[in-house]
């Protein structure tokens, strides 16, 4: 277990949202993944520090949402890599 799990996930999103401006504005993958993430990061910011409300919204437990937002965070690199 993450000990402070909504920063880490808003550093998470934050970072993935960085790292999408680097693919074409027109790419599917980043249209998709910049409204997920977005929403996602709103949900974040909104639940302030209220764990219990954060994982109602998101629908799954911090720590999965953060090994989620992890995969995400590496796989843009490579779509990046593969020029999406």
């Known amino acids: 277990m993450h000990p ?3 920063p880490a996930l808003t550093q998470l999103y934050t970072e993935t949202l960085s790292a999408l ?3 074409p504005a ?3 993958y980043r249209q998709g993944t910049e409204s997920l993430t977005k929403a996602r990061l ?4 909104k639940a302030g520090e209220d764990i219990t409300a ?3 919204e998101l629908g ?3 720590e999965v949402a953060i090994e ?3 995969a995400e965070k590496a796989l843009v690199g490579k779509m ?3 020029k999406a």
């Open 80 to 82: 990046a890599e593969w």
């Open 4 to 6: 402070k799990p909504l």
């Open 26 to 28: 027109e790419s599917v």
């Open 42 to 45: 709103a949900i974040v910011q």
């Open 60 to 62: 799954s437990m911090v």
């Open 21 to 23: 401006s680097a693919l």
């Open 68 to 70: 989620e937002a992890q």
């Open 54 to 56: 954060a994982e109602r």
